[in-house]
């Protein structure tokens, strides 16, 4: 009886170890807002690399019909006409300087991006964190587009300076201007080509964040690995 007694003790002394082993693992799973804020900068960070280094590269837009740029859609009217007066290698080649000059700013934006991430307070981090797929991202858009767009403007403008664009838009606007009974155009090329690039990198971006959400090794240091790690065990 006694060895019955003793065993059944022992057996609920181990379980109760095993119970507060689990409590005690599951509290150092939980991240402070501090390591939530760090692993999400981490994968913002990872993302705006991996999504500059792929939209920067030779034919990145131009050759991908998801993101190419092509004229704004006021100014497709100027296409055709100029297309159909005998002007179609000329259209095309400022719709690929289009693409260009996207290829070229977003490389030349690298260091803005990144500082940005890096500088960023997530007083949100936890629900962030715990949102779900995209709610890094989102929350990027929102407190940092219009800032971005400001900086970005600049670089978009100095790629499409190098590239041509704006000496060949010019042209163009100027030909068809002079047809008669035309409604006289003069589209924003550099907000436009600003607007796409943007949209295209964030997209990438959150590409990024959902590798990151779905699959462990896609991440990359210890307070991401932390932070969603956590974040799994918050998946409903």
Do not use: H
Request: hydrophobic letters at 40%.
């Amino acid at each position: 009886m006694k060895r019955l007694f003793y065993a059944t003790i022992f057996t609920l002394l181990i379980s109760s170890c095993d119970v507060l082993s689990t409590v005690a693992t599951d509290l150092l799973t939980i991240p402070t807002t501090e390591e939530a804020a760090g692993g999400l900068k981490d994968a913002l960070s990872q993302g705006f690399t991996n999504g500059v280094s792929a939209l920067s590269t030779k034919g990145a837009f131009g050759n991908n019909p998801a993101i190419k740029i092509l004229l704004p859609a006021d100014a497709q009217k100027i296409a055709d006409r100029l297309t159909a007066m005998g002007m179609g290698d000329q259209v095309n080649s400022v719709i690929s300087k289009l693409n260009e000059g996207a290829e070229n700013a977003v490389a030349t934006a690298k260091p803005v991006f990144l500082n940005s991430v890096k500088n960023m307070s997530f007083k949100d981090a936890m629900g962030i964190l715990t949102g779900g797929k995209g709610s890094a991202t989102n929350y990027l858009k929102q407190t940092t587009t219009t800032e971005l767009t400001t900086l970005f403007r600049p670089q978009i403008q100095a790629s499409l300076d190098q590239v041509g664009v704006t000496k060949n838009w010019g042209d163009l606007v100027n030909i068809y201007n002079k047809i008669p009974l035309v409604t006289k155009l003069n589209p924003d090329l550099n907000g436009f080509v600003t607007e796409k690039a943007l949209a295209a990198l964030f997209t990438k971006v959150e590409a990024e964040e959902n590798l990151i959400r779905d699959n462990p090794a896609q991440r990359a240091t210890a307070l991401m690995k932390k932070a969603f790690a956590y974040a799994d065990t918050q998946k409903k």
